[in-house]
């Protein structure tokens, strides 16, 4: 595994933005951008970015990448075309032309995921692995803030649905709730903004 801990979002704060379409109807673009660290997530990246809700830097991207080879390749090339670093998010499939894709870039550990997949009691989504990638890699978990997580009560910004199976929305919300303090969850009942 490549190693995590010199990560650009370790010290610092660390803005993760999710892909509620919620976000577009914000004001929190310039805070976003203002966060030494700006981690988006999967397509989120890719759909059109304004400067008012959504803001518009990706300095990393956390992509949970499709199971052949080629997909991962077209992904990946895609997410270093918009961000500096693209961790795999993917639990599965985890090899490119036969290579453990953890010795060619940054992956989110498997058994950060089996545990994760216990806590929640099912499938983790992105947004619940890049917080707890966070969670075990940052100096500070109170640096990390965030953006556009609504835990599917709109839809997604890149496919316009609200599909959150096989996900559970409640207990990662409460997971996440948990894990960052409550001013640091922006746009969500319950949190700021």
Known sequence: ?????????????????GNASSLRSSTFGPEIDSHDCVIRINQGAFVPLDTRSTGVR???????????????????GRGRLKASMVVAMSPKDRTFLGIDMAKLIPCYPVQWHKELSVTLDGRPSTGA?????????????????????????????????????????????????????????????????
């Open 58 to 76: 990706t300095d990393v991207l956390f992509m949970t990448l499709p199971g052949y080879a080629w997909d991962k390749a077209w992904m990946y």
């Open 129 to 193: 692995m890049a917080v707890d990638l966070l969670r075990h890699t940052v100096e500070d978990i109170a640096s990390v803030h965030l953006y556009g997580f609504d835990f599917w009560t709109t839809p997604t910004t890149y496919t316009g649905t609200s599909k959150p199976s096989p996900h559970n929305p409640a207990a990662e919300q409460q997971w996440v709730r948990q894990v960052l303090p409550p001013a640091n969850i922006h746009g969500v009942s319950g949190g700021e903004g």
């Open 1 to 17: 595994m490549k190693n995590l801990s010199k990560a650009p979002w370790v010290t610092g704060s660390v803005a993760l933005v």
